[in-house]
């Protein structure tokens, strides 16, 4: 699942939290992961949290990991290829452009 960051007011009851939440002073206020109830959205709010790190559900893990993949892929290419050419160019951009597709392979 991708994580994003969400606007604490916005949330219902049942969305999981995933990341700690703490206050101005660094302090923690709840231990990830948990469920959101009314009564901490309330507390949290309270104490002046704005946003929190959820969970995004809308697209299939595989679909949107595919995609970003290959849009992360088709950027390092682009990138690269600005890059300017000499004798060791060449390897190195190959060597970066392996590096992260075998990163990418490996994560699936």
Request: proline fraction near 0%; aromatic fraction near 6%.
């Given at each position: 699942m991708r994580h994003v960051i969400v606007r604490l007011q916005t949330l219902g009851p049942g969305v999981i939290v995933v990341s700690d939440v703490v206050d101005s002073l660094g302090r923690l206020l709840a231990k990830a992961p948990m469920t959101l109830?009314?009564?901490?959205?309330?507390a949290l709010l309270s104490?002046?949290?704005?946003?929190?790190?959820?969970?995004?559900?809308r697209l299939s893990d595989r679909v949107e990991s595919e995609q970003a993949i290959h849009?992360?892929?088709?950027?390092?290419?682009?990138?690269?290829s600005l890059l300017g050419a000499g004798e060791t160019s060449?390897?190195?951009?190959a060597i970066v452009l392996n590096t992260i597709e075998q990163f990418y392979k490996n994560k699936q």
């Open positions: 109830d009314e009564g901490l959205k309330k104490r002046g949290v704005k946003e929190v790190f959820i969970e995004d559900r849009n992360e892929i088709e950027s390092v290419r682009k990138r690269l060449f390897d190195v951009k």
